[in-house]
């Protein structure tokens, strides 16, 4: 029995289709996956460089127009300033979403005296302050002393729990962005 089922050979025919015959709605749609709620529109950059096709799609003003509305509400509006959705989004400041801002604070501290009174010592206090944002309006905070090299992965998700770690809201007004965290 095994042997005639090693013997049977079965070929299956694969009919090739290159990515440019699909419509341009469906790559739009897939464009649109690409960039999600998370507004990750560096990739919809690096899928732009994959062809001159994908390069005129992802510049799609739809795209951009929904992205810019995400980020600043109904305040986006296209001006002399800003001729197109794109342009909008590169050149007017908002958040980063793709990333961590790290703070990094450094103070001195006297320390105890010696009992000569002659010898001062000093203390470099250092610590971090790490703040993540989501484009949902979530944001993590967290303060220590671990360099940014072990912590960025620890932050990459809002889902994030462990001691130390500050869960809040941030909102936009203007360029203006207030935080609020437990």
């Known amino acids: 029995m095994f042997s005639s089922l090693n013997s049977l050979k079965c070929y299956l025919v694969f009919q090739e289709t290159h990515i440019s015959s699909l419509p341009v709605e469906l790559l739009l749609y897939i464009f649109r996956w690409v960039v999600s709620d998370e507004l990750d529109l560096r990739s919809l950059e690096q899928l732009s460089c994959v062809c001159h096709g994908f390069y005129v799609c992802s510049r799609d003003p739809e795209l951009w127009r929904l992205s810019c509305q ?3 509400g109904k305040t986006a ?7 197109s959705w794109r342009d909008m989004f590169v050149r007017r400041p908002h958040l980063r979403f793709d990333g961590i801002y790290i703070s990094k604070i450094q103070y001195y501290r006297f320390g105890e005296a010696g009992l000569d009174h002659f010898y001062k010592p000093f203390h470099l206090v250092e610590y971090y302050r790490y703040l993540r944002v989501f484009p949902d309006g979530h944001v993590i905070m967290l303060t220590t002393a671990e360099e940014p090299s072990i912590m960025v992965m620890k932050l990459r998700s ?3 729990s ?3 770690i500050q869960v809040g809201k941030y909102k936009m ?10």
């Open 162 to 164: 462990f001691e130390g």
């Open 70 to 72: 995400r980020v600043w």
């Open 158 to 160: 809002k889902t994030t």
């Open 77 to 83: 509006w296209l001006t002399k300033d800003f001729p």
């Open 173 to 182: 007004i203007g360029d203006l962005v207030c935080c609020i965290v437990n």
